[in-house]
């Protein structure tokens, strides 16, 4: 006697096998490759980039593969290695390869001597300073430049393409803020 339900030959574990088991694992299967290869989610635990990201924000952030696509003033996760320590870092790109930055006293920033707009800057800071993006690095700054811990006090100010991540792309919580940037 065969086991048939709805016209349908085979046993009921094959048919476990084939409707649940098989589908699980295909779903599994292209969650880890989206995460490895397009996107992955970080969570904001300070407030460095206030007011577009605060403390608690979770946000998806695109991988990036092609460096020429990154724009000044995009948001970037970036790995940060100093003082023994590595850790992921998200903060907005201030100069490209190339550039030269310059702070004043006041905390205007100048690219290659013109005046940067910067309408997202929270608390300005009055930390000064120079600096000569090297070919294939980047600079960095927070939004919330009095409580940042940006490229203006990093022993090395410059931040290498192979150590950035990706870029921020959505903001998935809290619910009230969900958004793209």
Excluded: C
């Amino acid at each position: 006697m065969t086991n048939e339900i709805n016209g349908k030959g085979g046993s009921d574990s094959l048919r476990f096998f084939k409707d649940w088991v098989i589908p699980i694992a295909v779903a599994l299967f292209v969650a880890v490759i989206i995460h490895k290869f397009l996107i992955f989610k970080v969570y904001i635990p300070s407030e460095s980039m206030y007011p577009a990201l605060t403390n608690g924000d979770h946000l998806f952030v695109k991988r990036i593969y092609n460096y020429d696509k990154i724009k000044r003033q995009d948001i970037i996760v970036f790995n940060f290695k100093e003082g023994g320590k590595e850790e992921l870092l998200i903060k907005r790109v201030i100069g490209l390869p190339g550039d030269t930055v310059k702070i004043d006293n006041q905390g205007k920033v100048f690219i290659n001597g013109e005046e940067l707009n910067e309408p997202y800057v929270k608390n300005e800071s009055n930390l000064a300073g120079e600096f000569k993006v090297p070919e294939g690095k980047y600079f960095f700054l927070g939004d919330n430049r009095s409580n940042s811990y940006d490229s203006r006090r990093w022993k090395d100010p410059f931040i290498d393409k192979n150590d950035i991540k990706g870029k921020a792309f959505v903001r998935v919580y809290p619910f009230n803020r969900i958004g793209l940037f």
